[in-house]
C-alpha cells in the first residue's frame, strides 16, 4: 500500500504542473486533498491492515500527504505571482509621457457665485444661512406677512397654486422665512435666505417665472432704521466698490412699516447716467424697511420689546447687473453656450 501512496504523489505532481490558474488548481487541491478525495480514500483503506503494517504505512501517508500540500503550496505561490506580473504588465502606465490637457469641468451657475458672495459676507457679520420650502403655505407665504387672504397686494403676486388647493402654493418671495426663522429659532435673530421663487409672469427679457431672491432679517432690542442702512451699505459697497452710494425711497411693503426702495450708484457710470440706469445714475437693487408688528406678532416676538428689519435682494436682478446680461431668460434656459462663459 505504500506504493499506492507513492504513485498518489507522482500523480499530484504530474497534475499541478501544467497549471495556469487558481481555479484550475482549486479543482485539483478537492480531487487529492477533499474530505472526499484520493487521500482521503487511501486513509480509510489502512482500516483493514494490521497493527504493524498501519504504523509503517502510515509514516509513508504522513510523508506523502505534506509533500503533497507543499506542492499546492508551491504551485499556488507560482500562479499567483505570475498573476500579478501579467496586471502589472497590463496597467503599466508610461510616467513620462506627455499628459493629455484637461478638458474645461464647467463651472458655478452665475446665480450661484453671486448667492455665495453674497453668503460669504453676511455669515462674516453674524448672520445665519437659512434654507427653506420652495413648496410654502398659504399662511407663511402671505398671512404670516401681513398679507391676509381679501390683501390687494396679493393681486401683484399672482401665484402658482398645487392641485388648485389655495393652502399650498410655490413662493413667491422668499419673505415666507421671516417668521419660520422666528418660530425655529427666536430672536434676536440675525439671518439671511436665499432661494428661487415662482410668480405667473409675462415672460420677457426682464421678466420670468423662475427668479432667485435672497432674505434678510435682523431682529433685537433697539433695532432702528440707522442699523438698516448701515447693513445696506455694507453690501452695496462689497458688490460694488467703497464709492457707492446708498439712495432709500419711501415705498409700501406689507410686511414692513416703513418701507424703503432701495438704490445704488450706478457701477457703470459712476452716477452720471447711462443706458443702463436708464440716465438716472441710480440702479434699483433692494426693498426694506422695518418689520412690521404684525408679522413680529405672527413670529411670537413681542413688538413693544424688541423690533427688526428686512430686506430683500433680487439675486437675479444682481447678476444681470454684475454681468451686463441683457436678458433674464438666459439665465433659467440651461443653454451651455451662456453658461461656459462663467
Known sequence: MQDEFLKLNQEVTDAVAQVTDLEALE???????????KMAELMKQMSGLSDEERRVVGVVANQVKGQIEGVFGEVEGRVHKAHEAQRAHEEWVDVTEPSIPPTRFGSLHPVTQVREELEDLFTSMGFLVLDGPELESDYYNFTAVNVPPAHPARDMQDTFYVGGQQNRVMRT???????RAMKTHGVPLRMVSPGRCFRNEATDVRHEHTFHQLEGVVIDRGIHFGHLKGVLEAVAKHLYGEDTEVRLRPKFYPFVEPGVNGEVTCFLCKGKGCRLCKK?????????GMIHPNVLKEGGVDSSDYSGFAFGFGLTR??????GIDDIRHL???DLRFLKQF
Open 27 to 37: 479543482k485539483l487541491r478537492v480531487e487529492f486533498l477533499g474530505r472526499k478525495g
Open 173 to 179: 418671495h422668499t419673505s415666507s422665512m421671516q417668521v
Open 280 to 288: 438716472t445714475g441710480w440702479l434699483e437693487v433692494f426693498g426694506a
Open 318 to 323: 444682481l447678476v444681470m447687473l454684475k454681468y
Open 332 to 334: 433659467e434656459a440651461g
